[in-house]
């Protein structure tokens, strides 16, 4: 398999899960300032 | 929900672009890709740093908690990043020098720069009461930053490197592809996105931090 598609598709990975902890992250901040 | 969304949008199609469209750099070959995460995490560790620089000196001025919070995030965020540049950068070492630290200009430079910052956070966790942890790391970050343009800018060009010309080069020119210039400032744009999207957070949980204790 080409090599960049391997480093895409880690780093599409990588960046996904980030992405969704943040979010996470960001809606349970949301719930606690509300409290 | 929708500024969050255009962020992931950008970030993940310029690494689409970046990776499968953009043409090699002729010297730097396969290791061309590094550099797409390696600039950008070294663009944000230089605008967390100077950040919290900032907020320490409104927070001397204004004695405002808040900028105390703003200037803690962006270090700690600041020093993540720098991080990140450090192991980018180790990698690309690997394959273009053979080991992955050489005590190269650069490498040395942004070592002191992990050490400053690493003692700021240490320096704020040693110190219980919060006014005085405050003023002090506020006081310290002013000083170490001043360190920072000389270590990430001047010192790098003052000695002989083996670390490729930053992107404008000693000429003053972009000496690059149009295509690669284009995905480098689309990933510098998105990882300013993401920075200030988790200083945010970071400030906002500082603040619950504070909320909770003092309940």
């Known amino acids: 398999m080409d090599r960049n598609w391997i480093v895409l598709g880690v780093s599409l990975l990588v960046w996904g899960l980030l992405f969704l902890w943040l979010v996470r992250v960001e809606k349970r901040v949301k719930e606690l300032e509300r409290k | 929900m929708l500024l969050r969304l255009s962020l992931f949008v950008w970030i993940s199609v310029a690494m689409v672009v970046a990776l499968l469209k953009a043409p090699l750099v002729p010297v730097l070959l396969e290791t061309t890709r590094v550099l797409y995460f390696h600039i950008p995490c070294a663009w944000i560790a230089v605008v967390a740093l100077g950040w919290s620089m900032l907020h320490s000196i409104l927070y001397l001025v204004k004695r405002d908690l808040r900028h105390d919070d703003h200037a803690a995030a962006a270090a700690g965020l600041g020093l993540l990043f720098c991080i990140a540049a450090t192991v980018t950068g180790a990698l690309w070492a690997k394959a273009m020098w053979g080991a992955y630290w050489n005590w190269d200009p650069r490498e040395t430079s942004i070592f002191f720069v992990l050490l400053l910052y690493t003692a700021y956070l240490a320096l704020r966790s040693s110190i219980q009461e919060e006014e005085k942890r405050a003023r002090l790391s506020a006081v310290y970050s002013v000083i170490a930053f001043v360190a920072v343009p000389f270590l990430v800018f001047v010192v790098p060009r003052m000695y002989d ?55």
């Not at chain 2, 972009?174 to 945010?200: E, K, R």
């Open chain 2, 161 to 215: 490197s083996l670390h490729p010309d930053p992107i404008i080069n000693r000429r003053g020119k972009v000496d690059m592809d149009p295509m690669i210039v284009l995905c480098f400032n689309a990933m510098l744009v998105g990882f300013t996105g993401l920075y200030f999207w988790m200083q945010s957070l970071r400030v906002r949980v500082s603040r619950l931090e504070r909320r909770a204790h003092a309940a």
